[in-house]
């Protein structure tokens, strides 16, 4: 943390961590944008007080970020922590005026969204064929059905845990961004699957992970 701004920026961060439970994720995402804006008041002005603070001084942050080539989508994120930094310590009292106010974000271009044909995908799912000798071909059939009938997120599809299995429903419980909980109904066919792919983890490894899906070695998933 930069020295200047240490304990407003702790009480902050800890704010997210214990009272919105934010993930560690976005925790680290939040400290990084906020140390890199006082670290750019230090080396440009010598530091600034919390209520010295102005728009002119994110303003210049951030277009010393555009001429570094930053998309418009990483500023609008630095932005977008800037504003709950300070709109969390105008709550508290300890500044009286958002500087943030007169900041405006940049566009971001807007992408058509790229659609998998249904054919296409059941086409890949029977090229997978499920073998109880193949770990590998059988994780990456999982993976792809769960993703095609649930429409689940990367974070929530790795992260899913054993105990959020409701066979008897044919359902999921995942758990989202904000740790808000919803159900996703799944049909009996890949539920079958799913208790395929358990039983054969079972055998398979020692020590289970928690979570339901594992590499080949038995560990849990990583985004990559």
């Not at 680290?28 to 670290?39: A, G, H, N, P, V």
């Not at 932005?79 to 971001?108: C, D, E, Q």
């Not at 997120?153 to 999921?172: F, G, P, T, V």
Request: net charge positive; hydrophobic share 35%.
């Amino acid at each position: 943390m930069i020295e200047n701004n240490s304990a407003e920026v702790q009480t902050f961060i800890d704010y997210l961590k214990f009272e919105k439970r934010y993930s560690v994720h976005t925790i680290i995402s939040y400290q990084t944008d906020l140390s890199s804006f006082f670290e750019y008041l230090r080396k440009q002005y010598g530091g600034v007080g919390l209520t010295e603070i102005t728009h002119s001084f994110i303003r210049s942050w951030l277009a010393g970020l555009k001429e570094q080539k930053l998309t418009s989508k990483s500023i609008n994120r630095k932005i977008s922590t800037l504003r709950s930094f300070f709109k969390y310590h105008l709550k508290r009292g300890a500044i009286m005026v958002m500087p943030t106010v007169n900041v405006v974000a940049p566009k971001i271009s807007k992408r058509l969204p790229v659609f998998i044909k249904e054919a296409d995908t059941k086409q890949l799912l029977e090229t997978l064929n499920v073998s109880t000798e193949d770990w590998k071909t059988l994780n990456a059939r999982m993976l792809i059905s769960l993703f095609y009938s649930t429409g689940m997120r990367l974070s929530e599809l790795i992260n899913l845990k054993e105990r959020q299995l409701d066979a008897a429903r044919s359902q999921l419980r995942v758990l989202g961004k904000g740790n808000k909980e919803r159900i996703i109904p799944v049909s009996k066919e890949l539920f079958q699957e799913i208790q395929i792919y358990r039983d054969l983890k079972k055998k398979t490894f020692e020590g289970q992970e928690e979570v339901l899906l594992v590499t080949e070695r038995g560990k849990r998933l990583y985004p990559k």
